[in-house]
């Protein structure tokens, strides 16, 4: 329950609906316990009231039926607004939370992301949190529901017989135990279901995600065989749940049966030695059916507060992590577009790598500094340290002169446009991917003109839905050098005083590299550019060779190239090739 108390701030914004759906129970079980009340003195009346007629007992009849429905009617009524208020409470909750982790999801930087499985991240906001709101709704419910009850019944079978009380109680505690440990080997078993669902699923997820690469290695057989593996897997354990589940109702109806029983035949015995009535019993019997279904949820209620204290336990674990970003001062910019390393340094705290090694260079404003390397030279993890998406272990950066680390972030993104080397686009139409950096609609027009400047338009216009074209999955129904250059569309669109290029040409021809690259010497702002390819970068008015996240070379084209060191090296194999 400890874990469970954060959701205490809930409760108090929606005190309420609480106290009203507290209201509504006691309101429900008031009338509860008045139906079977009602039934005794109407049995126990039989022996006084005298019916002369047919007419009369008519009358007699329809009368209790009358009041019966209305006891039943205000009963159902109240029940009503007890669910309507409890649990629409736990829904209101459940959204106020997937919204709190979302968030905190958007706040969290990116090294959090590198730590932690996206289907982890994905089950703590979808099943973690049904399953407390299982316990804010029916948890919490039938918890207030059982007390209530329990206290008014047993008040009520006590005012008629303390002895046949007891007696007809007896077997409901061992039902509780009972169904505790019927609850606990389902709970169990159903979390092995999950498991083996969850198996299930990635593995087909898998299988449609890299269906080409199975069809080309000729290997469907395994992926087969490892499907049917896991099919059986979760078949054996759904019916071991199925089997359990079994017991359940089994085990209530012996045992109502048991007390039902003990009532007749105790109360039996007491009406011919004059203790009781005929009314009193059926009233003792109907009373412990009012009980049997709070007593048979103590084990289910107990089961769902275990799932849910684990479950929120997890929500807990990262919604108190904190942002590795933090901003002390935030100093509002208008940005110009220089930018400065000082003497940075980067090490990867999961590997030790250190990625970026005593960096200093300027960037000043409407120049493109372009940056090359071997893999792992750490040009990448420079970007990454632009957008602070992580803080370097050493050194300072500046934007304009101004630490970075003082820097309001979303007002410097604002000016940034972004190309990166792992394309994604949305499940969304051209049009909308194309414009979705932008903070206002802008005309159809301007969408097409920069998606010409990204040398995609003729593409796009050759598709029968055109910019309306609805993209599948990542864009999976686009060539990759389309992808590319919808996402060069995207970057240009902002207008951006800084745009920054992880190698966004990988996948277009030389042809088209060359249209794009004389388009972007149009653009008024201040790049960064990282590649592999010696075409992309010859223009720039500065080029970095990095090795081991060291500054190796720099200089312009003509400089390192007159050099003959690594970049002219670099240059020979590319243009022989």
């Not at 019966?68 to 829904?91: E, W």
């Not at 990635?202 to 269906?211: C, D, K, L, V």
């Not at 820097?407 to 990166?420: E, M, T, V």
């Not at 301007?446 to 910019?467: D, L, Q, R």
Request: hydrophobic share 40%; charged share 20%.
């Amino acid at each position: 329950m400890k874990s469970l108390g954060y959701l205490n701030k809930y409760f108090i914004k929606y005190k309420w609906r609480f106290i009203l759906g507290i209201l509504f129970t006691v309101l429900t079980n008031y009338f509860n316990v008045k139906m079977p009340l009602f039934v005794q003195s109407t049995l126990d009346s039989f022996k006084t009231v005298k019916i002369d007629s047919l007419q009369g007992a008519l009358w007699f009849s329809a009368k209790v039926a009358m009041i019966y429905i209305a006891l039943s009617l205000t009963k159902g009524f109240f029940l009503f607004l007890m669910r309507q208020t409890i649990i629409i409470m736990s829904r209101l909750i459940e959204f106020d939370l997937k919204n709190e982790i979302f968030k905190q999801y958007e706040r969290l930087d990116f090294s959090f992301y590198k730590r932690n499985r996206t289907g982890d991240l994905m089950n703590r906001i979808s099943e973690d949190v049904s399953q407390v709101r299982m316990y804010l709704g029916p948890g919490i419910m039938y918890s207030i529901n059982l007390i209530v009850m329990s206290i008014m019944v047993v008040n009520a079978m006590v005012n008629i017989n303390g002895f046949l009380t007891f007696m007809a109680l007896l077997p409901l505690p061992i039902m509780s135990l009972m169904i505790y440990k019927v609850s606990s080997k389902m709970g169990k078993y159903s979390k092995h279901v999950q498991e083996s669902q969850s198996n299930l699923t990635s593995i087909a997820q898998e299988t449609f995600a890299g269906i080409r690469i199975f069809k080309a290695h000729n290997k469907e057989h395994i992926v087969e065989d490892k499907f049917e593996e896991a099919s059986s897997t979760y078949k054996e354990r759904t019916l071991k749940l199925a089997f359990v589940n079994a017991f359940f109702m089994p085990t209530i109806l012996f045992l109502i049966g048991m007390s039902t029983l003990l009532s007749i035949y105790i109360g039996g015995l007491m009406f011919y030695s004059g203790k009781v009535t005929e009314g009193e019993i059926v009233a003792l019997i109907l009373f412990v059916n009012q009980l049997t279904w709070p007593f048979a949820s103590i084990g289910w209620v107990t089961s769902i507060i275990q799932r849910a204290g684990a479950s929120q336990k997890r929500i807990n674990e990262f919604l108190n992590e904190k942002t590795s970003i933090q901003t002390d001062t935030i100093i509002p910019i208008e940005f110009q577009g220089k930018i400065e390393f000082k003497h940075v340094s980067y090490t990867y705290p999961d590997t030790g790598i250190k990625a970026i090694d005593q960096l200093s260079f300027i960037l000043q404003p409407h120049q493109t500094i372009a940056v090359l390397g071997k893999t792992g030279a750490g040009k990448s993890t420079l970007l990454a340290l632009i957008l602070r998406q992580i803080d370097p272990d050493q050194g300072e950066i500046l934007i304009d002169d101004v630490p970075l680390k003082n820097i309001d972030l979303k007002a410097f993104y604002q000016h940034i446009g972004i190309i990166p080397q792992d394309v994604f686009l949305f499940s969304d139409t051209i049009k909308n991917n194309i414009s979705f950096g932008l903070q206002d609609e802008v005309s159809q027009s301007v969408i097409e003109t920069y998606a010409k400047k990204a040398h995609v338009h003729h593409n796009i216009i050759e598709f029968p839905e055109g910019y309306e074209t609805l993209l599948g999955e990542r864009g999976v129904n686009l060539s990759g050098g389309q992808k590319q250059r919808i996402s060069i569309a995207r970057a240009l669109i902002k207008q951006p005083k800084l745009l920054l290029i992880d190698d966004c040409l990988s996948a277009v021809d030389t042809e088209t590299e060359e249209i794009i690259l004389n388009n972007f010497k149009d653009l008024d702002c201040s790049s960064i550019i990282v590649s592999h390819r010696i075409s992309t970068i010859r223009n720039a008015n500065f080029i970095l060779y990095l090795e081991g996240g060291k500054k190796k070379e720099e200089g312009t084209h003509e400089t390192l190239y007159q050099l003959k060191g690594e970049y002219y090296q670099l240059y020979k194999s590319q243009s022989e090739s």
